[in-house]
């Protein structure tokens, strides 16, 4: 005796999805105590710069180990993931070839047209095109890693745009006439 299949059961509304999805970075940000570093860091920028407080040297002092450390800690991050990764570029050629691109050639362009829609013009267009052509930061790929959204794409992205960001940055240098 033959049973039938289970029936299929329909996808949920875009609507729905988007809550869960929100719900979910919600839940992902509120845990995460760079979220509150960045607010306090906000507040006090607010404080300081409305009432011209300063920040007391020793508190000063303490953040600024303490980012010292951090950016330590992310390149030893980036290093671990790359060495247990099978291959030099892990996400792949064309995946890192078209990550190269859109960083390298968007990315600039991108900059180039929100620049001039706020009606920037001249050397500091030329300056904003230019260190759109600059290399990723390392923090991203900490990101990418923590909330596992593609950290082997990002860790190409951050290892061989290092490389390359010299020439290309070279190529908008002189092709803006800075």
């Excluded at 007391?56 to 790359?82: E, K, Q, V, W």
């Excluded at 996400?91 to 991108?110: D, K």
Aim: with cysteine; glycine share 8%; aromatic share 8%.
């Amino acid at each position: 005796m033959m049973m039938d299949p289970p029936p299929i059961s329909m996808m949920p509304p875009a609507s729905v999805m988007t809550r869960l999805i929100l719900i979910m970075v919600w839940r992902k940000l509120i845990r995460n105590p760079n979220t509150y570093s960045s607010l306090l860091g906000l507040i006090w920028s607010l404080v300081s710069f409305r009432w011209g407080i300063e920040m007391p040297a020793i508190i000063a002092r303490s953040i600024a180990i303490l980012s010292d450390a951090g950016l330590g800690m992310a390149m030893f991050s980036l290093g671990l993931f790359m060495a247990l990764q099978p291959r030099i570029i892990a996400c792949g050629n064309s995946i890192a070839a078209f990550a190269m691109a859109v960083r390298f050639i968007t990315g600039p362009a991108v900059m180039a047209a929100a620049s001039f829609a706020v009606g920037l013009k001249g050397v500091l267009l030329h300056i904003a095109v230019v260190q759109a052509a600059l290399p990723q930061g390392i923090v991203p790929f900490v990101f990418a890693k923590e909330y596992n959204v593609h950290p082997d794409i990002l860790s190409t992205g951050v290892i061989f745009g290092m490389l390359i960001a010299l020439p290309v940055t070279l190529v908008y240098y002189i092709l803006l006439g800075l």
